[in-house]
């Protein structure tokens, strides 16, 4: 069955532009999660959706980052006047399960470069 | 932040020896998940372990919990050169309803044919 998707693949921005991310989830699953990973390091948590509430977004590093939900499924996150140090993988994950209790299945990730 | 930390940060062996690589983090659990990473398949799913459970088992995969040392290990047997990845254990605290997933440093894992 069709896993979790993202889009773009890759993305290069400049430095000041805003971009928009796209997450499709498993069809069904109630939660869905967005991580930053930076070279080297483990996924950090960004935000968290159950249905279309954020319920989390404790990890979201400024006020120029904004995800949202409306619908439910897919999930949009969208960075605003982008900066070098925004340069990571960025991924989604979904759930089957409220939270993180169960597994999460990943999609492939955007890597953003911003030059 | 990460909450737990891999041990070692990286491994190098041959195809066939077993490959161990540690977890420790820092709060109570409800459950620690082991995932693997490369660059083909990106971050995948590998075991989930309770905090009541002491041992679980998945193929090749060993996985054991320590909570009084807040600690995991995970052993692969005869390692193929298909497991070089990197490894990450994400732990889920306890709390009511929703449990955030927090992810550690990772072991690089490099399987030599």
Not at chain 1, 7 to 35: E, M, N, T
Not at chain 2, 56 to 71: F, I, N, Y
């Amino acid at each position: 069955g069709a896993g979790v998707s993202q889009s773009p693949r890759y993305k290069v921005a400049k430095r000041g532009q805003d971009v928009a991310l796209r997450c499709d989830p498993i069809s069904g699953h109630v939660s869905l999660f967005w991580y930053q990973q930076a070279l080297g390091q483990g996924p950090e948590f960004l935000t968290y959706f159950q249905n279309e509430a954020q319920l989390d977004k404790s990890g979201l590093p400024s006020d120029r980052f904004f995800a949202e939900r409306p619908e439910g499924s897919v999930s949009t996150l969208k960075i605003q006047r982008t900066q070098q140090e925004d340069s990571a993988v960025y991924l989604c994950a979904s759930s089957s399960s409220a939270g993180g209790t169960y597994e999460q299945y990943f999609g492939p990730g955007t890597r953003l470069t911003v030059t | 932040s990460q909450q737990g930390e891999e041990d070692p940060q990286a491994l190098s062996i041959q195809e066939g020896e077993n490959a161990t690589m540690n977890c420790s983090y820092k709060t109570s659990i409800n459950n620690l998940q082991w995932y693997r990473q490369n660059s083909g398949r990106g971050l995948v799913h590998l075991i989930l372990i309770r905090s009541n459970e002491r041992e679980k088992h998945s193929g090749r995969l060993r996985v054991t919990l320590d909570t009084s040392k807040k600690s995991s290990s995970l052993l692969i047997t005869a390692s193929r050169a298909a497991d070089t990845a990197s490894y990450f254990c994400a732990t889920a605290p306890i709390s009511g309803g929703y449990q955030k997933v927090t992810f550690g440093t990772g072991t690089k894992l490099q399987v030599i044919p």
